[in-house]
């Protein structure tokens, strides 16, 4: 099993970037996609994006697509989220997580679920 820990949240201007990492412990990480999700307050938690365990391929929101690159070290145990032309809706509590099935960008194709870090864009 892995566990996860994100970093790296603050509050950025709109229009700025951020980068967001998910440390990973356990011995399965290089081989077990990795995705990112955010939650709003008062909103459901809703699919960013995730790389696959070899990171050749990535998916994206359409809302991020061209913004936001997710990428990862697997000698480093660690997924990135770089966030680039920040909007005041990208504003969410960001969380990353184990995609435990082979395709699926619900948040019950996840588990082992980090902390969260919260990101604020103001305007």
């Avoid at 790296?8 to 970037?17: D, E, I, K, P, T």
């Avoid at 996609?33 to 809703?46: L, N």
């Avoid at 991020?64 to 690159?69: A, D, I, L, P, Q």
Wanted: proline share 2%; charged share 15%.
């Amino acid at each position: 099993q892995v566990q996860l820990v994100e970093s790296g949240g603050g509050v950025v201007q709109a229009g700025g970037s951020l980068r967001l990492s998910c440390a990973a412990s356990g011995r399965t990480f290089s081989s077990i996609a990795i995705g990112w999700f955010r939650q709003a307050p008062g909103k459901e938690r809703t699919f960013v994006a995730v790389i696959s365990a070899s990171g050749a391929s990535a998916t994206y929101t359409d809302s991020v697509s061209g913004r936001f690159t997710i990428s990862r070290d697997n000698a480093k145990n660690t997924v990135y989220l770089r966030m680039n032309s920040l909007k005041p809706e990208d504003t969410a509590v960001y969380y990353c997580a184990a995609r435990n099935r082979i395709v699926g960008t619900k948040t019950t194709d996840f588990g082992s679920w980090g902390q969260g870090t919260q990101v604020t864009v103001s305007s």
